[in-house]
């Protein structure tokens, strides 16, 4: 899956909110819950750089682009815009 299908999935999933999804208990929380859920896998990739599998890592950062997204989705931002400040 690239990025660009995580986004797309993450807005999807914004639009329809499926009940009982995590992803919708952050949305419906806001901003706030979402970042502090992005900065919680910062740091469990930071983390498992130091003292997991390449794996582990991989998983975790998986789960930091997730958050990326979901906080581009909830703050309106689109691919583009991000794309333009890299």
């Known amino acids: 899956m690239t990025f660009e299908e995580v986004y797309n999935l993450v807005c999807q999933r914004k639009k329809e909110m499926p009940e009982g999804s995590g992803s919708t208990e952050l949305?419906?929380?806001g901003a706030?819950?979402?970042?502090k859920k992005?900065?919680?896998?910062a740091a469990e990739s930071w983390m498992a750089a130091r003292y997991e599998s390449k794996?582990?890592?991989a998983?975790?950062?998986?789960q930091v682009l997730y958050?990326?997204?979901m906080m581009m989705a909830e703050k309106?931002?689109?691919l583009d815009e991000?794309?333009?400040?890299l």
């Open 55 to 57: 794996k582990d890592q």
């Open 27 to 29: 949305f419906k929380k």
């Open 67 to 69: 958050y990326v997204a």
């Open 76 to 78: 309106g931002l689109s």
């Open 82 to 85: 991000v794309y333009k400040e």
């Open 59 to 62: 998983i975790e950062l998986s």
């Open 38 to 41: 992005l900065v919680e896998e």
């Open 32 to 35: 706030h819950a979402i970042g």
